[in-house]
């Protein structure tokens, strides 16, 4: 079973800086089965990015993904007030289907 | 726009069964695989069960195998989570989610805002 741990656990930044959330899969995984997501308090996960680095619907382009094998990295270019939140990556098997989410980093205003 | 509205959450006992459910619209609701994904208070993201579009292919997680059972009705648009010998260690909310793309087996894409499940005597 693929175990992904994530890094930090909390980050601190500032407005108008960059954040830079790393992934690290147990064993090297697909890049096709990466994906992140944001959880703002109180609302429900948004896909952010699937496939390792591509953007899902509507997602702006302040949000990049990258990586391969086992490290996988979410950064966001220029930080706004409302993307301080949890952050999860998350990974897929096809074959039988089973997916597993990272414990998470929380983006939190310094 | 996709809307999944979750439904069936409460308090139970140990032991005890509870069926939640998931109505969909805005999507052709048969063509999509679906999820269910759970969070304990104040925890991380716990994937559940998934379903693929047709219905006859369920896989868990191996926390909840044997005692729920993901089910769709294609014909009313609207998943299933049944939920039998509930433990402490199930009470989360509980989201319904909708695969990315038709057909295949994807990431969870749209959310609906869950159903709280309570396991306490």
């Known amino acids: 079973e693929i175990v992904l741990t994530q890094s930090p656990g909390t980050l601190s930044l500032s407005p108008g800086e960059r954040a830079t959330l790393s992934c690290r899969a147990s064993?090297?995984?697909?890049?096709?089965?990466l994906a992140w997501y944001q959880q703002k308090p109180g609302q429900a996960p948004r896909l952010l990015i699937y496939?390792?680095?591509s953007r899902a619907t509507g997602i702006p382009d302040i949000f990049s993904g990258s990586g391969s094998g086992t490290d996988f990295t979410l950064t966001i270019s220029r930080l706004e007030p409302e993307d301080f939140a949890v952050y999860y990556c998350?990974?897929?098997?096809?074959?039988?289907?089973?997916?597993?989410f990272g414990q998470g980093t929380k983006l939190e205003i310094k | 726009q996709v809307q999944l509205v979750e439904s069936g959450g409460g308090v139970v006992q140990p032991g005890g069964s509870l069926r939640l459910s998931c109505a969909a619209s805005?999507?052709?609701?048969?063509?999509?695989?679906m999820h269910w994904v759970r969070q304990a208070p104040g925890k991380g993201l716990e994937w559940v069960a998934f379903?693929?579009?047709?219905?006859?292919?369920?896989y868990y997680a191996d926390s909840v195998k044997g005692r729920f059972t993901i089910s769709r009705d294609n014909s009313k648009n609207t998943l299933y989570l049944q939920m039998n010998s509930l433990r402490g260690e199930d009470t989360a909310l509980y989201y319904c989610?909708?695969?990315?793309?038709?057909?295949?087996?994807?990431?969870?894409?749209?959310w609906g805002q869950g159903t709280l499940v309570t396991v306490s005597s």
């Open positions: 989610a909708k695969d990315r793309l038709i057909y295949g087996t994807y990431e969870p894409a749209s």
């Open positions: 805005g999507f052709i609701f048969s063509h999509y695989g």
């Open positions: 379903i693929k579009y047709g219905g006859s292919d369920k």
């Open positions: 064993q090297s995984i697909s890049s096709n089965s």
């Open positions: 496939g390792a680095s």
């Open positions: 998350q990974h897929h098997s096809r074959s039988p289907p089973r997916y597993t």
